[in-house]
């Protein structure tokens, strides 16, 4: 079937490629739900390709004040119409008088002409109930109905029809020949206006489309810069064409240590805390980390106002005024912008690519779920993580979580938990009257990180972690961390000491024993001296015996004897 | 009071579709039983001079157009409530 585009964002997703070419559609809505604006639209795509020129019926609002209400969106309606939009003011004047029955005949033979001069494919009949109210009876409104129903068929003319629903009966039609409108046309799409606790929040559904199939679930819209945008609920299947190895630095870098070298490229990051917990902080690093590698970054504030996010975030050495300065970092606060947590999806989207962030900080995301139900807060979440996913920007979100000490799974009421590609957790950890920061990885997938509690630190130098002490199976951390530091060095010390005694009194001895054995050895040689002297002395000693006694029997003339052998 | 004015009317039809039929039929009685000698009408076929029509800024056929005397007023529908029409036409006294 053949189809023709809306130009209105995720509609044309919605239904396959827009409304059907040659068929008629009808638009309900109720006061101020944005037909007019869908219509115009409709009438602008068609127009703006020149290949299918449209003419717009109005038979509420003069032509003059539809086109300066859709100036704000960039349209250029005055350039389109000199060739491509014709406008046709229908309007009953107040002070006309009718009396007895009429048709349409003569408008339609009007819009004949201009159709055949412009090779109109495109029309809209803006308020029909308007003209319709005139009409004297049930039967000759039927009439006209399919008059005009039969008119387009015969001219294939893509054809909106826009009515008024009441505004509290947005789904049923309680004007009974539209009710009859809605069997006869192709297509019918329900706009719908709704405040639910003080937020507004626009839907449009797709309630019939003859021959083709659609996603039949109210779909969230708004009516943005460039006019409509309605969210698509069903996802292109387009996510993880953009699963990166890159790493980006969370703007710690002993946190990068921990995850492996940081952020996975295109990551959800989620961190979570309770109130005070540096997750603001935490986000501003990584933000100014992005900065500074020179990537435009997108940081969403829901709690206070930009300037004090730069102010709060300069004291503790992160420093973004620059980047604001110089425009590679889009600061808002999203106090500026009202509505559900659609509307600030879409907003935030529609930011993002306007300012091609490569790197978006949602602080807190958990700001949305008191606008809604958790079933919608959960929906979005989900289309961010993987709106963010298939644009290959790196998300990092932080959430308030209410108990102070740990994550328990599934608590959080908005489980965007499970979501998170990378959950850090900050918790306080109050110890001996001080309380301190404790920060621990929860999971990251697909990356090896450590299981460590860390201690953050902010001083006006930066935010660095530092390793925390068990002991007892409590971690310590601040000043007890610091006690426990000094007694260990401490200890360390005396340990040192003690043993570079022993050292210098095993020297000693050793000394000791050398020199006594010198001594020795001197002595040993003096003895040995004295021994071989002694030898000397004696054997002399004998050689002057035995020469004297041989002198001696010389002497006395006897006769030699020789000295008897043993 | 001098003489009456001359009434201008221009009826626009839709061919001879049955309610223009009608308008016809009953403006011709009305001039003829209050505006005796003193009307003129100009038929103008929106079938046949739909750039009038546009121009004109026609959309719901039958239409009738008082162009005189002023103010200029403009009746829609097949004329066949009487009274209505005569009373926009300023000429209830006179159907008494």
């Given at each position: ?6 130009g ?7 239904t396959?490629g ?8 009808l638009?309900v ?17 068609g127009?703006k ?13 003069s ?15 005055a350039?389109?119409q ?24 003569g ?8 159709i ?5 494919r495109?029309?809209?009949?803006d ?5 319709l109210?005139?009409l004297?009876d049930?039967?000759a409104?039927?009439r ?10 015969a ?6 029809i ?11 039609i309680t004007?009974q020949?539209?009710?009859f409108m ?9 706009l719908?206006h ?9 839907n ?18 708004l009516?943005g810069?460039n ?7 069903r ?17 710690v870098?002993?946190l ?7 952020y996975?490229?295109g990551?959800?990051?989620l961190?979570?805390?309770s ?14 980390a992005?900065?500074?590698?020179g990537e435009?970054t997108?940081?969403?504030?829901f709690?206070?106002?930009c300037?004090?996010?730069?102010r709060?975030?300069a004291s503790v ?14 600061m808002?606060s999203?106090?500026?912008?009202t ?14 690519n306007?300012h ?12 949305w779920?008191k606008?809604d139900?958790?079933l ?9 993580g993987?709106?963010a996913?298939?644009?290959?920007i790196t ?8 108990q102070?000490?740990?994550?328990s ?7 965007i938990?499970?979501?998170a ?6 918790n ?11 920060l ?13 509690v860390?201690?953050l630190i902010?001083?006006d130098?930066?935010?660095?972690l ?8 409590e ?7 610091w006690?426990k ?9 005396v ?6 005694l022993?050292?210098?009194?095993l ?7 050398e ?29 002057e ?11 006395r ?5 020789k000295?008897r052998?043993k | ?7 201008k ?17 009953n ?6 039983n ?27 056929t ?22 209505t ?7 209830e006294a006179?159907s008494?």
């Amino acid at each position: 079937m053949s189809k023709a585009l809306t130009g209105i964002t995720g509609f044309d997703e919605i239904t396959g490629g827009g409304l059907p070419r040659g068929r008629t559609t009808l638009l309900v809505g109720g006061p101020g739900s944005g037909k007019t604006i869908f219509a115009l639209q409709f009438l602008v795509q068609g127009a703006k390709t020149g290949k299918e020129p449209g003419i717009f019926v109005a038979f509420e609002e003069s032509s003059n004040r539809v086109v300066s209400n859709a100036e704000g969106f960039g349209w250029k309606l005055a350039q389109l119409q000199r060739k491509n939009l014709f406008f046709l003011d229908a309007q009953p004047k107040p002070d006309l008088v009718q009396a007895g029955d009429f048709d349409l005949g003569g408008m339609l033979a009007a819009l004949e002409t201009q159709i055949s001069r412009m090779g109109t494919r495109r029309i809209v009949f803006d308020a029909l109930d308007v003209v319709l109210a005139l009409l004297p009876d049930a039967a000759a409104k039927r009439r006209e109905i399919y008059r005009l129903h039969e008119w387009l068929l015969a001219h294939k003319l893509t054809a909106i029809i826009t009515a008024k629903a009441d505004a509290d009966e947005t789904n049923s039609i309680t004007q009974q020949p539209f009710r009859f409108m809605q069997f006869m046309v192709d297509c019918a799409v329900m706009l719908n206006h709704s405040v639910a606790q003080g937020v507004s929040q626009r839907n449009l559904r797709v309630q019939k489309y003859r021959g083709s199939g659609f996603d039949e679930d109210e779909a969230p819209f708004l009516i943005g810069k460039n006019g409509l945008e309605a969210a698509a609920a069903r996802l292109p299947d387009r996510i993880g064409a953009n699963v990166s190895d890159e790493r980006v630095s969370s703007g710690v870098a002993r946190l990068d240590t921990m995850l492996g070298g940081g952020y996975f490229r295109g990551a959800s990051v989620l961190i979570t805390g309770s109130p005070g917990t540096a997750k603001t902080t935490l986000s501003g690093a990584f933000a100014a980390a992005a900065c500074r590698r020179g990537e435009r970054t997108l940081f969403v504030s829901f709690d206070s106002d930009c300037s004090e996010v730069v102010r709060n975030l300069a004291s503790v050495g992160i420093g973004l005024q620059r980047y604001v300065k110089n425009g590679r970092l889009l600061m808002i606060s999203a106090r500026a912008i009202t509505g559900s947590a659609e509307t600030y999806l879409m907003h935030i989207k529609r930011l993002a690519n306007e300012h091609e962030a490569r790197c978006v900080v949602i602080d807190p995301v958990s700001a949305w779920s008191k606008f809604d139900n958790d079933l919608t807060a959960y929906s979005v979440a989900e289309r961010l993580g993987d709106w963010a996913k298939s644009a290959g920007i790196t998300l990092v979100c932080t959430r308030l979580l209410d108990q102070i000490f740990g994550p328990s799974e599934g608590s959080s009421p908005l489980q965007i938990s499970t979501l998170a590609d990378t959950w850090i957790h900050m918790n306080y950890l109050v110890q001996a009257g001080e309380r301190n920061r404790g920060l621990s990885i929860v999971k990251s997938r697909g990356t090896a990180h450590s299981n460590q509690v860390r201690e953050l630190i902010l001083s006006d130098a930066g935010v660095t972690l530092a390793d925390t002490y068990t002991a007892g199976g409590e971690v310590l951390m601040g000043t007890m961390r610091w006690e426990k530091e000094r007694a260990e060095s401490g200890e360390r010390e005396v340990a040192e000491v003690a043993e570079r005694l022993k050292h210098v009194r095993l020297d000693a001895e050793e000394a000791e024993l050398e020199v006594r054995m010198k001594a020795l050895q001197v002595e040993l040689v003096a003895k040995q001296l004295e021994k071989a002297l002694l030898a000397r002395t004696t054997q002399r000693r004998e050689g002057e015996l035995s020469h004297g006694r041989t002198r001696i029997r010389e002497l006395r003339g006897a006769d030699t004897a020789k000295p008897r052998r043993k | 009071m001098s003489r009456p004015a001359t009434f201008k009317f221009r009826l626009y039809v839709a061919g001879e579709t049955p309610n223009s039929a009608r308008a016809k039929a009953n403006l011709a009685a009305l001039c003829r039983n209050h505006l005796t000698g003193r009307h003129e009408i100009e038929v103008v076929n929106v079938f046949l001079e739909p750039q009038r029509a546009l121009a004109d800024g026609v959309f719901m056929t039958p239409v009738l157009v008082k162009l005189a005397p002023l103010p200029v007023c403009k009746i829609i529908g097949t004329l066949s409530q009487t009274a209505t029409v005569l009373q926009a036409l300023g000429l209830e006294a006179l159907s008494i």
